[in-house]
């Protein structure tokens, strides 16, 4: 009897020590600092519901999310940023815009991580989660090298992404035979791209061959003129593949062009950025057979339809980036202790989530991409 009361009161201890060392296990506070008003209050109520299914998922009690309304606004965001800062947040998610990183340095033992991709080395504590240019680039880099496709040119818009796309560039050091920028209005496009790919010399070297054809002696020249007369030019273009840096309007614009100019997927590669499977693309027959890098699409699919029978809406597509945001945050903090945050993100990691793999060093955010082609109205896996 008295053996079974010390095993009770040996057991009764345990419980008691346990219970305690689970209640004081340090909690992890993530601050959310998002549009809730505006006209990007539907992307900020998106992030804030796409982060309700992440906490679920990961159903650990010492994670706890603190939402708070930046109004959109570089002002209001620092004012928000302060309360919870004054709470004892110190990891941040947000915001979402890259408008609003402002300031943010004066809170230096606590870590950002913004949704934008225009990756600035101005704020030493502020970590860019988007699908940057350097992650595609190095995709487009890897499917080149995979099919060995040597005379790569890339077409880069006069836009506000512009020295995103050549940082990226660089970064990676892809192999391009040449950069050509162009105007994004739609009537300067065609003619850039007519001087681009060489249209005018390709059209006249045409007409001379028929000519020559004309006035030669051959048997066959009736056969040969016919099949000329078939061509829209004659020449060889010195690029088997052309990046598109483009999106939207801007970039069916450009294709429509370069199929205009006799530059068609049959002759060269057509390769573009991150399009977030744009089901418009599907529908023309100018995009078909075009490539790009992106998050991965089964898992974005299921995400999909996850967040929709919960809310009863679609996610945007920066909500499907905070849902790994936070299985990020908690899995970094999990391994790491939370005494100094900004050594937790300045450490070498490999995280996978649902958009792809992270890979996390010196305060930088990189994701591994697979790469997709347009093929008869469907996304094509290819890596």
Known sequence: MKKLLNLIFFVFI???????????????????????????????????????????????????????????????????????????????????????????????DAIFITFSNKYKNNQKNVIYAGVNAASQMATIKKFLEDNDIKKTICLIPEADFKEEIKEGISQTKINLKKIFYYDIEPTEITKRIEKITKYEVRKQNLLDEIKRVEDSEDPNKEK???????????????FDSIIISDFDESLKSVIT??????????????????????????????SQNIYFPSINKKNYDDFSKLFFKRFNSNPSQISFLSYDL??????????????????????????????????????????????????????????
């Open 257 to 286: 062009s370069l199929i205009y100019t006799d530059v068609s997927t049959k002759r060269v590669y057509f390769i573009t950025l991150n399009q977030w499977f744009d089901d418009s693309l599907l529908k023309e027959d100018s």
């Open 224 to 238: 040969k003129i016919r099949n000329l007369e078939k061509r829209d030019t004659l020449g060889k273009l010195g």
């Open 14 to 108: 345990i419980f008691i020590f346990a219970e305690k060392l689970f209640a004081s296990e340090e909690k992890i506070k993530i601050g959310l600092l998002l549009p809730l008003n505006g006209q990007n209050k539907d992307i900020g109520k998106s992030v804030l519901q796409s982060v309700n299914l992440a906490i679920n998922k990961i159903d650990d009690s010492i994670l706890e999310i603190y939402p708070k309304n930046n109004f959109d606004n570089p002002d209001d965001n620092i004012k928000a940023a302060q309360e919870l800062y004054n709470q004892g947040i110190r990891i941040f998610i947000g915001p979402i815009f890259d408008k609003n990183i402002k300031n943010l340095e004066k809170f230096s």
């Open 326 to 383: 936070v299985g990020l945050v908690y899995y970094l903090t999990k391994k790491n202790n939370l005494d100094d945050v900004n050594k937790i993100f300045s450490q070498k990691n490999i995280f996978k989530g649902k958009t792809g793999i992270f890979e996390i060093k010196d305060k930088k955010i990189s994701h591994v991409l697979n790469f997709y082609k347009v093929e008869n109205g469907e996304f094509i896996k290819i890596f």
